[in-house]
């Protein structure tokens, strides 16, 4: 049985995921949740907890701090999820540029990856849920009924990064950013376990071309539709 409350949006980096899983959530009266935020999250604990994350990590440390961690998502008053970091909300630290250069190094590890994997899948027990990430309809909700995959040109993602302030370094231009999430992809691409890929059965957008109006109304029109 396909699992009809279940929305899954994986792509790229600064594909637009969130913008688009954000607006197709509210559009439906469900719940928007970044699995990349998580993986932020986990990454900015290792730093605060000084591991030297430019180095090889090795897999124990990495299980010691996340026996310190508590991650899970709260409710807030206007219905929308916060993302809390041991009970404090997840700020804009787990967004910066610093982060972004070390994520992908920490969600290629396996004891990450499967310290996540439950605690992303009992989220859908919150009712409709529109989960955006890499692995979402391949690995984390391989049933759900609706999945999309969501990229653009990586001229149009490193413009569309660089417009969102604060998740770039000062002086970054678009050749910089371009080259900073063409070597995220690559390593989302290339690791062995829940690589960055298209689920077989994923709607394929492509939106160099398209305003966010225009993909989520896409994305809305297939999932009324069906
Ligand atoms: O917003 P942006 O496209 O820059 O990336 P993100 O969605 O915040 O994800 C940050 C990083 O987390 C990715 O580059 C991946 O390395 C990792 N990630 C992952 O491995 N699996 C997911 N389901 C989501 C994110």
Request: hydrophobic share 40%; charged share 25%.
């Given at each position: 049985?396909?699992?009809?409350?279940?929305?899954?949006?994986?792509?790229?980096?600064?594909?637009?995921?969130?913008?688009?899983?954000q607006k197709v959530a509210d559009k439906l009266g469900g719940?928007y949740?970044?699995?990349?935020?998580?993986?932020?999250?986990?990454?900015?604990?290792?730093?605060?907890?000084?591991?030297?994350?430019?180095?090889?990590?090795?897999?124990?440390?990495?299980?010691?701090?996340?026996?310190?961690?508590?991650?899970?998502?709260?409710?807030?008053?206007?219905?929308k999820?916060?993302?809390?970091?041991?009970?404090?909300?997840?700020?804009?630290?787990?967004?910066?540029?610093?982060?972004?250069?070390?994520?992908?190094?920490?969600?290629?590890?396996?004891?990450?990856?499967?310290?996540?994997?439950?605690?992303?899948?009992?989220?859908?027990?919150?009712?409709?849920?529109?989960?955006?990430?890499?692995?979402?309809?391949?690995?984390?909700?391989?049933?759900?009924?609706?999945?999309?995959?969501?990229?653009?040109?990586?001229?149009?993602?490193?413009?569309?990064?660089?417009?969102?302030?604060?998740?770039?370094?000062?002086?970054?231009?678009?050749?910089?950013?371009?080259?900073?999430?063409?070597?995220?992809?690559?390593?989302?691409?290339?690791?062995?376990?829940?690589?960055?890929?298209?689920?077989?059965?994923?709607?394929?957008?492509?939106?160099?071309?398209?305003?966010?109006?225009?993909?989520?109304?896409?994305?809305?029109?297939?999932?009324?539709?069906?």
């Amino acid at each position: 049985m396909p699992q009809d409350n279940v929305i899954t949006i994986d792509g790229p980096a600064a594909s637009g995921k969130s913008t688009i899983a954000q607006k197709v959530a509210d559009k439906l009266g469900g719940f928007y949740i970044s699995t990349g935020n998580m993986y932020r999250a986990i990454t900015l604990h290792a730093m605060n907890s000084n591991i030297d994350l430019s180095s090889d990590i090795f897999p124990d440390r990495i299980d010691k701090i996340l026996e310190k961690l508590d991650l899970s998502y709260s409710k807030n008053a206007d219905g929308k999820l916060s993302l809390m970091m041991n009970g404090k909300t997840a700020d804009s630290a787990i967004r910066s540029p610093e982060v972004a250069k070390h994520v992908s190094k920490i969600a290629s590890m396996e004891n990450v990856r499967a310290w996540l994997i439950g605690r992303q899948r009992e989220l859908a027990s919150l009712g409709t849920i529109v989960m955006e990430g890499r692995d979402i309809g391949t690995v984390i909700f391989p049933d759900a009924k609706y999945k999309f995959f969501l990229t653009a040109s990586p001229e149009v993602r490193a413009r569309r990064r660089l417009a969102q302030s604060g998740e770039t370094p000062e002086g970054a231009t678009v050749a910089s950013v371009a080259g900073e999430i063409a070597a995220r992809d690559e390593m989302d691409i290339k690791r062995t376990i829940a690589p960055l890929k298209k689920a077989d059965d994923a709607i394929f957008i492509d939106s160099s071309d398209m305003n966010v109006e225009e993909v989520v109304g896409l994305i809305v029109a297939h999932i009324k539709g069906s």
